[in-house]
């Protein structure tokens, strides 16, 4: 066992025989812990990507090799380069979001206007362009016709 900092009040400690470490924590509850009281100017973890253009990852990995990354990176001249994706090594990007909020799903942008559509389980999401017609548990409520919040036609 390897100990920094004094008994109870540790830095760092790396139990060999548990196969844990914990920073902040003298009994670590997982592999690794980070256990701190700090704010949002003092992270419990922090990443930072030296390359210009690339993204900052914590990547889970299996041992076949796929993995997903949660990937970060700041646009070198606009705030609209920023992005938090979602990446899946077979795959690509999932979902990723700008700091405006535009979502970005299965590698594809939003055009004004669509909206996301589940093609249920094993098949990709889309964007769409939405209809007007509205849909329930028993079919359609009222094709091409304006209607309220609730499902009820309404009149112009």
């Known amino acids: 066992m390897l100990s ?30 980070i256990r701190s ?7 419990q973890l922090q990443i930072t990507q030296t390359t210009t253009g690339e993204f900052g990852r914590l990547r889970f990995k299996k041992l076949l090799g796929q993995f997903w990354d949660v990937a970060a990176t700041h646009g070198a001249s ?7 994706n979602f990446y899946n ?11 405006f909020g535009a979502i970005v799903l299965n590698n594809s942008a939003v055009t004004s206007g669509q909206v996301i559509q589940s093609n249920g389980g094993g098949t990709a999401t889309a964007w769409v362009s939405p209809t007007n017609t509205l849909y329930n548990a028993t079919g359609v409520v ?5 209607y309220s919040a609730d499902g009820t036609p309404t009149t112009i």
């Not at 900092?5 to 812990?33: H, K, M």
């Not at 009222?142 to 304006?146: E, H, R, S, Y």
């Open 4 to 33: 920094l900092g004094s008994p109870g009040n540790s830095i760092l400690r790396i139990n060999g025989n548990l196969n844990r470490a914990g920073i902040g924590t003298d009994v670590p509850a997982a592999d690794l812990e």
């Open 37 to 43: 009281g700090n704010n949002i100017n003092f992270p």
């Open 78 to 84: 606009t705030i609209v380069d920023d992005r938090l």
């Open 89 to 99: 090594s077979r795959t690509g990007t999932q979902i990723g979001f700008n700091a």
């Open 142 to 146: 009222n094709a091409g016709l304006p």
